[in-house]
Nanobody, 131 residues
Framework: QVQLVESGGGSVQAGGSLRLSCVAS??????????MGWFRQAPGKEREGVAT????????YYADSVKGRFTISLANAKNTLYLQMNSLKPEDTAMYYC??????????????????????WGQGTQVTVSS
């Protein structure tokens, strides 16, 4: 298991920007199998994938709704995950969660946003975008 702690959420007006951070600790497996992602859940809606990155090689995958606006990245020897969110919209309002998985490239490429591929989750950070 990996421990994940998110930060950086807040309230912003439409068109504004926020950067979310997620610090990971405790992973002792191979980075050939490791991937991390951002998910979000709005009230009354299911949790959905926003962006994910495979740590070996840095391949990324985005939800269509955030392409061109959000950027996922890794730093600090793969211990810190970021989500740069630009041109925010009211529909981006949600609780944002950091998640980590260890299923390898086959799992990630076949189902990058499948919740079952991510056994470790953070507590979430709230993002509110007002119009």
């Amino acid at each position: 298991q990996v421990q994940l702690v998110e930060s950086g959420g807040g309230s912003v007006q439409a068109g504004g920007s926020l950067r979310l951070s997620c610090v990971a600790s405790g992973y002792r497996g191979s980075y050939n199998d490791y991937y991390m992602g951002w998910f979000r859940q709005a009230p009354g809606k299911e949790r959905e994938g926003v962006a994910t990155i495979f740590t070996m090689g840095g391949a990324t995958y985005y939800a269509d709704s955030v392409k061109g606006r959000f950027t996922i990245s890794l730093a600090n020897a793969k211990n810190t995950l970021y989500l740069q969110m630009n041109s925010l919209k009211p529909e981006d309002t949600a609780m944002y969660y950091c998640a980590a998985g260890f299923g390898g490239s086959s799992a990630w490429y076949s189902s990058p946003f499948s919740l079952s591929n991510y056994p470790s989750w953070g507590q979430g950070t709230q993002v509110t975008v007002s119009s």
